[in-house]
């Protein structure tokens, strides 16, 4: 059976965080009715995909899947293991912020789930005032005691490229890493129109560092991590080894995966779709195969393009051989022309095609170079 | 004198831009009714689009009108006339047609400086000046202002003036009783040799190039053999006839009369404005004067955005010199960008068009290089080139000495602006020759200056530095030698041919170091930092870096919502799709352009 990873969100949050574009909202009436519907969902599909699949990863994301009452998010994973056929080493991350998350809920996490994802963004309490967030440093201090005094293993989000200074930044990170987490995705901050902080950028309210600034600091990140144990993985994503993501890195390997609720992505069968945006189109269907679109339909030729788009932000590349036996074609071969040409930022070997760390930043240009 | 000349007025129009010449043109148009209102286009006259929106004519279009004036019918030709200074030849083509011109000003503006070079032309032609005020109904309307500039700034007499609003249909009646009686009919010798002046021409499909002219002295109709003064050469005229304003065939034309002339003529660049037509047999060895070959004197690259499109922009090109003889190109080939044409223009404006009409009514994408004139190359072996394109230069130690084209330069400005001006022209490598107070309101500074400078950014910095209020005007008087050197662009060492300019020495440090600034923020940032440097002759006077670019992943991958991520990188490939590869740096097509840009 083909491995498959589910991906369900939760689309409520308290308040919309300045930086936000994601589907959420705070319409927290509608809880109860949402977690029926994505169960019904769960069930809809552990049928249509009967026997095909089999569970190894999941991932409630949101949102602010923590937000949710006491035992919900118990019933949704029940409702996989019910319905789904799921491994016994399956991966179930959950996603938190801080300020929701408590004793009571932390106990429900660790029996439902084995990983927590949380939401801390900053230590600073100047910086997390700026950008909107619920909490302030305290209580992401407590929270990421509360889970790191668990056998849950801890992520935490930080963002990179905030408005605050360099140092600010890096006590953040020093600071969650203190805390004992083995896992930390430090993510660069993007200024996406609609949304506040686009506005206050424009109006000068706010100030943000440039890329140079975001690059100094990865690369400040990246040495502060090491100290601690962790290893880049992937361009924003950093673990002692073993403590991985295994969802996400289901996204870069092109592993299939199921999204269920609001807006959620999939990947089968190399077609991509996506649920509706519209929280009543998606409580009211009575067919969830009507609310689902049609995103692409890939070729081989997409397929193997999304491969190495995907394949080179992780630190360990693209495995020549895995491409050959997908896709019966070399690799160096098919993009000489481009791989040539970044013989500079390439490490090339027999084996594999890997982004060198200084440039890993420029990874955009690196693959339109490569695919050129 | 013959009765029939008697009956014909011929005129033009002057006015300043937004003064109302085309609607004036189109109220008389309907007034005689040759266009019956409901058929009516706004502003007539203007064919073309970008005229249209530009408010600004620059192909004449002639009409003939009739009306009934105590008891006699007449025959008014109206052409109009281009309003740019590119195009002062062919204005003065136009009024050399015409017996008169009204003279329009706008009741609250008053007479404008940029009138005034069009009355001087007019006066210089010999064409009685005949002042209407029109804009009378506007609140602001001050007639009496406007009738005492016009007395004393032009010295016309105002007494019983037509007070019009064109706009309203307001006195229309009243510019046609001045059009008769105090234009001048024509007095030509309808027996002596036929003398047709070309005043314009255009080029038809099925008819060939048609000759737009005046008839002189003599007479033409169908079926006789013409000679073309200037060029020699001889056709035989199928039809002839007069602009309804579509083109109506008659049986002849004769002297003093305005109309066409179709001889399956090939080409427009037969049909030369300001040439001389006459009868192939029994013509007359007297061209009439003022003939002047149409020069282009600016010169550009122009290449396809994508490069695979250059035999449609030899189509496009080929097309739009049918109609426009003063376009010429001829191909190139730039390391930088390809296979394309050099082309050339009789000036900015004319250059402007033709980037214009390629881009909508051929919906081209276009790269246009630096604009250049022409430079006569003295080489150390005693041969003489003229060089457009600076890449084509040779060697320094190859030239003995170069000269470039001067201009007479006449700028109008009210006097405030007299100082900035002067210091302006200086900078511009101008040399002083005269300034006259025209009245209290107004200064003409002449300048003899180097075509290369007006071209440049000269014209901008006139508006910014009268806040829009200084006109300019120039004719090509001459080269003059000077110490010019070529500077070249190098990106990541390699020289960019398409970046090369042809400076004086003393502007080359100047504008290899803006040059350099501009580029720095146009390139984007790579993947390895790109030297950009301007050389003269292998010195570098300037340098800059865009540095490498250090950040441009996209980090966040949120519920496997993978489409956004390939959609930010299908952008980007678009974009360096359309980016010119020299050597290893990629360059936008702006880069190519931007380097025109003034600066502030």
Known sequence: MEKLGLYLHIPFCRSKCAYCDFLSFPNLDRMESYKNKLLLEIAYYADKLKGEYIVDTVFIGGGTPSILPLGYVSEIVDAICKNFTVASEVEITVESNPESLDVDKVSEYQNACNRV?????????????????????????????????????????????????????????????????????????????????????????????????????????????????????????????????????????????????????????????????SLSDYLNTINFDEIKTLDAKLSKEDELEESVMLGLRLSDGITLSVIKERFGVDILDKYSKGISKLSKVLDVTEEKIRVKKEYFYTLNSIIVEFLD | MSKRQDKIRNFCIVAHIDHGKSTLADRLIEYTGVVSSRDMEAQLLDSMDIERERGITIKLQPVRMFYNYNGEEYILNLIDTPGHVDFTYEV????????????????????????????????DNDLEIVPLINKIDLPSADIEGAKKEIEDIIGLDTDGIALVSAKEGIGIEDVLRDVIEKIPAPQGDENAPLKALIFDSYYDNYKGAISFVRIVDGEVRAGVKIKMCHSGKEFDVTEVGVFNPKLLPCEKLSAGDVGYIAASIKNVKDTSVGDTITLAEGGTSEPLPGYKEAKPMVFSGIYPADGSKYNDLKDALEKL?????????????????????????????????????????????????????????????????????????PAVTEID??????????????????????????????????????????????????????????FDSLKSKSRGYASLDYEITGYKRSELVKLDILLNGDVCDALSIIVHKDKAYARGRSIAEKLKDVIPRQMFEIPIQAAIGGKVIARETVKAMRKDVLAKCYGGDITRKKKLLEKQKEGKKRMRQVGSVSVPSEAFMTILKFDK
């Open chain 1, 117 to 277: 994802s949380l939401g801390v963004q900053s230590l600073n309490n100047k910086t997390l005032k700026i950008i909107g967030r619920a909490h302030d440093e305290n209580q992401a201090r407590r929270a990421l005691e509360l889970l790191t005094n668990t056998n849950l293993k801890v992520n935490a989000d930080l963002i990179l490229g905030l408005p605050e200074s360099e140092d600010d930044c890096l006590r953040s990170v020093s600071g969650v890493l203190d805390c004992g987490v083995k896992h930390l995705s430090a993510y660069g901050l993007g200024v996406e129109k609609g949304t506040k902080l686009f506005d206050m950028v424009k109006d000068g309210v706010c100030t943000l560092p440039d890329g140079d600034r975001v690059a100094d600091l990865y690369n400040e990140v990246l040495s502060l991590t090491s100290r601690y144990g962790l290893e880049r993985y992937e361009v924003s994503n950093f673990a002692h080894p073993g403590y991985e993501c295994k969802h996400n890195l289901g996204y870069w390997t092109r592993k299939s995966y199921l999204g269920m609720g609001l807006g959620a992505h999939s990947l089968l069968q190399n077609a991509r779709f996506y649920n509706t945006s």
């Open chain 2, 92 to 123: 003065s083509r136009s009024l050399a047609a015409c017996e008169g011109a009204l003279l329009v000003v706008d009741a609250s503006q008053g007479v404008e400086a940029q009138t005034l070079t069009n009355v001087y032309l007019a006066m």
């Open chain 2, 321 to 393: 010199n049918l109609n426009d003889a003063a376009l010429v190109f001829e191909p190139e080939v730039s390391a930088a960008l390809g296979f394309g044409f050099r082309c050339g223009f009789l000036g900015l404006l004319h250059m402007e068009i033709i980037e214009e009409r390629l881009e909508r009514e051929f919906d081209f994408d276009i790269i246009t290089t630096s604009p250049s004139v022409s430079y006569l190359v003295y080489k150390t072996n005693g041969e003489m080139m003229e060089v457009a394109n600076p890449s084509h230069l």
């Open chain 2, 401 to 458: 000495y170069m000269e470039e084209p001067v201009v007479k330069a006449y700028i109008y400005t009210p006097p405030e602006y007299v100082g900035p001006i002067m210091e302006l022209c200086q900078e511009k490598r101008g040399i002083y020759t005269d300034m006259t107070y025209i009245d209290s309101g107004r200064a003409r500074i002449e300048y003899e200056m180097p075509l290369n400078e007006i071209i440049y950014d000269f």
